[in-house]
């Protein structure tokens, strides 16, 4: 492959070079910051800078969002410290989602065919009620279904079904996920 030739292509990042700018420099500090351990200042900050996300959202220290203006975010999902959300195409999480610390949401691989090691990016979804463990990775165009488990560690560049559990790299499942009834509090 030939890196000296590499070009986005029809690619862009979606954004004024302005607005990237003041993410860099501003948003993205504010995010990531663990100085400042409020959800609330990092919704908001996100929310600034096109984000779109529900209410009861909470974001720990450390979460890393490359491009706010492509992440959809649902009701009372949880971010785990030093997540990535590597978004150059967007991420969909949908409502009463956990994505656990140090886990890694990338959108975007390259042809490794292509002379030019051309990008080749693809969108990512969280389904409802989906748990993706800590230092799990999801790689571009999987569909995490809903109510999905992707366990401690685990890779997959594939789909998750609905109520599986996943684990391993590459994830494979190993059984069905099944919600016991609440309990009633005593």
């Given at each position: 492959m030939?890196?000296?030739d590499y070009t986005l292509g029809d690619y862009t990042p979606g954004a004024s070079l302005w607005k990237q700018l003041a993410w860099y420099y501003l948003g993205d500090p504010l995010v990531?910051?663990?100085w400042l351990p409020f959800s609330a200042l990092k919704v908001w900050t996100l929310r600034i800078f096109g984000a779109q996300i529900g209410r009861d959202v909470r974001i720990k220290p450390g979460v890393q969002v490359k491009f706010p203006w492509r992440l959809t975010v649902g009701d009372y999902v949880w971010i785990g410290e030093n997540a990535?959300?590597?978004n150059v195409a967007?991420?969909?999480v949908e409502s009463h989602?956990?994505?656990?610390q140090g886990v890694y949401l990338c959108t975007g691989n390259h042809d490794w065919r292509h002379?030019?090691?051309k990008l080749v990016p693809d969108s990512i979804c969280v389904e409802q009620g989906s748990w993706i463990a800590a230092n799990a990775v999801v790689?571009?165009?999987v569909t995490v279904g809903k109510g999905a488990v992707l366990c401690l560690g685990s890779v997959t560049g594939r789909s998750l079904r609905p109520m599986t559990i996943y684990a391993g790299n590459p994830a494979q499942p190993i059984k069905q996920?099944?919600?016991?009834?609440?309990?009633p509090e005593v």
């Open positions: 030939r890196l000296d990531r910051s663990r990535w959300l590597d967007p991420i969909k989602v956990c994505i656990s002379p030019d090691f790689g571009p165009g996920r099944i919600l016991s009834a609440k309990t």
